[in-house]
């Protein structure tokens, strides 16, 4: 089974050139393509609400099936801030509070949790802040990769995750000091499961996706394991870059769905995008409160992380990859741009090059 590693974020610091006509997309993605060896790309950029997405290369390596502008993109660790949006929603709702206690919320179900962690909160957990290991060990990554494939329900796997965690010390010390952890996030995802005794899937859908208008969004590997119907991942081995077909194989264990198993077009991002930069720019009191938007894209302890967002002090950006895929988004506040570049290539370090560049290109 893969290792889990789903967040690689880049702090880029992009300066547009306001002067020259802006590049053409399709262009930069060729060029993308080019420099990363990758077998398809698509980028995107948004500018005062427009949006403009242009591809280059192949869905699968071996098949000439091309990436088109609807296709859709497996998100990786930028799920995470979906479910800080999503847990942002039902704390205005009055489901849950920003302050609420894993004790709270998971005590009775996992009675052992060490002592370290049973005040700690939604905070620490979102913003990578709770001392958490970042992965459950490989053997219980292989057994919930087992579940996943099964179809078992979710819900008492989260919880089951959250046992295996929680039981242990802190590897870093609580709220003092950042460590980038998926674990944190799939706890947090079993606190609101506990309280609402609805699935994160179905809560995410009914919180983020609809009310937004993301009707491709998903989860898991996208497409069907009988066509090349949609990009399918990639990661490298002795015999070169090799397609991954939908299925278990594909992708992590559903389990941690809330750290990052989410699918969604590139169109339907620019969505969940435009909401954040909205937020971000006092303008999106329709979908969350101003003092929501604040808490998501304000670090709240020392450092450069958010509730699923890096801030680097004029951009908010993360990145993602479940191995087989990578793809980096960035809004800027102050311009009211965003900018997306996506892989379905696991090999992160062909690509975070040639994203810092074709970033830079789309700002121009």
Do not use: C
Not at 81 to 103: H, K, P
Not at 235 to 240: D, P, S, V
Not at 261 to 280: F, I
Request: aromatic share 8%; net charge negative.
């Amino acid at each position: 089974m893969m290792f889990t590693s789903l967040a690689i974020a880049a702090l880029l610091v992009v300066q547009p050139a306001a002067q020259a006509p802006a590049p053409d997309v399709d262009a930069i993605a060729a060029t993308t393509l080019e420099a990363s060896g990758a077998p398809g790309v698509a980028v995107m950029r948004m500018t005062d609400g427009e949006i403009e997405i242009g591809t280059a290369g192949v869905r699968a390596q071996g098949d000439p099936a091309l990436i088109g502008r609807d296709d859709l993109w497996h998100m990786g660790s930028n799920t995470k801030s979906m479910t800080a949006t999503l847990i942002a929603r039902l704390v205005e709702q009055g489901v849950v509070g920003w302050d609420d206690t894993i004790a709270q919320h998971l005590g009775e179900a996992v009675p052992d949790i060490h002592p370290a962690y049973r005040d700690l909160t939604f905070r620490h957990l979102l913003s990578h802040r709770a001392g958490l290991t970042p992965n459950v060990g490989m053997v219980a990554m292989f057994q919930f990769g087992e579940q996943g494939a099964s179809g078992d329900p979710l819900p008492p796997q989260r919880v089951d995750y959250a046992r295996r965690v929680l039981a242990a010390a802190p590897t870093v010390a609580p709220e003092a000091e950042y460590q980038y952890s998926n674990a944190g996030y799939v706890v947090a995802g079993a606190m609101i499961e506990a309280v609402t005794g609805e699935s994160w899937e179905t809560l995410i859908a009914r919180e983020v996706f609809e009310p937004l208008g993301m009707t491709s969004a998903g989860f898991g590997p996208p497409g069907s394991a009988d066509t090349v119907d949609q990009p399918r991942g990639h990661r490298g081995g002795l015999f070169g870059v090799q397609a991954i077909a939908p299925g278990p194989r594909a992708d992590n264990p559903p389990v941690l769905g809330p750290a990052g198993t989410v699918h969604v077009s590139l169109s339907d991002l620019a969505l969940y995008l435009q909401a954040h930069l909205d937020g971000a720019r006092g303008e999106g009191d329709d979908y969350l409160s101003a003092q929501s938007w604040e808490t998501l894209h304000t670090p709240t302890f020392d450092g450069n992380y958010a509730m699923g967002w890096g801030f680097n002090g004029t951009q908010l950006l993360h990145a993602g990859s479940n191995t087989m895929w990578f793809v980096q988004m960035v809004i800027e506040p102050a311009t009211g741009r965003g900018y997306v570049v996506a892989f379905n290539d696991g090999r992160v370090n062909n690509l975070q090059g040639p994203t810092a560049d074709a970033i830079r290109a789309l700002a121009e």
